[in-house]
């Protein structure tokens, strides 16, 4: 006997603990609050997620990661000026409303909330991370190619440094959670690419 069939799709509870886990941290987070958030039973949570809350929040960081990137990597491509597809990924944070910059990036907020007590989750985020570093570089090595990067700086130090932007807008959004003030340090923050 297999017990009763699962009646909830994984990608749409785990988006949902993902945006739970992004608002609370994954320390303030409890089953119980996964399970009001996600709408399903505690049996059916612990046969979905034998690993309980630490492998749905691996999984959550996982899809975000995943939806992120893939996001990210299909636009790039389809762009004809990568430099500036870079210019508009950073701009468009200006468009979110105050709550989501209080929210910060979950990645990074994942990074500084575990870094001293779940290394492997960290490492997750870690990875995202680098694989935003990754796409920034292709990018940026694109745009060398087709003479759109003026800059001289190497595209391997450039990638590093708006990912260390993108990590401390993640921070900044919170503190100055207005489009203005934002549009403001991002512009200054894009003179590296000049």
């Not at 609050?33 to 399903?40: K, V």
């Not at 000026?81 to 989501?100: A, G, L, V």
């Amino acid at each position: 006997m297999s017990g009763r069939p699962k009646i909830f799709d994984d990608q749409e509870v785990i988006g949902k603990a993902a945006d739970l886990f992004w608002r609370q941290g994954y320390e303030a987070t409890s089953t119980e609050d996964l399970l009001a958030e996600m709408g399903i039973g505690k049996g059916s949570f612990y046969l979905a997620f034998k690993g309980g809350k630490k492998e749905l929040f691996e999984k959550a960081l996982a899809q975000h990661s995943e939806n992120a990137i893939a996001r990210f990597k299909k636009e790039l491509d389809k762009t004809e000026d990568p430099i500036e597809y870079i210019r508009q990924f950073f701009r468009r944070i200006t468009e979110s409303p105050k709550k989501i910059h209080q929210r910060g990036c979950i990645m990074g907020n994942a990074i500084a909330e575990l870094s001293n007590t779940e290394i492997l989750l960290m490492k997750r985020a870690v990875h995202h991370l680098q694989d935003l570093e990754g796409l920034f570089l292709k990018a940026l090595l694109r745009g060398k190619e087709q003479g759109k990067l003026t800059s001289k700086l190497e595209p391997a130090l450039l990638a590093r440094l708006l990912l260390n932007n993108w990590n401390g807008l993640g921070i900044t959004r919170r503190i100055y959670p207005d489009n203005e003030s934002l549009a403001a340090i991002i512009e200054t923050q894009l003179k590296i690419l000049d």
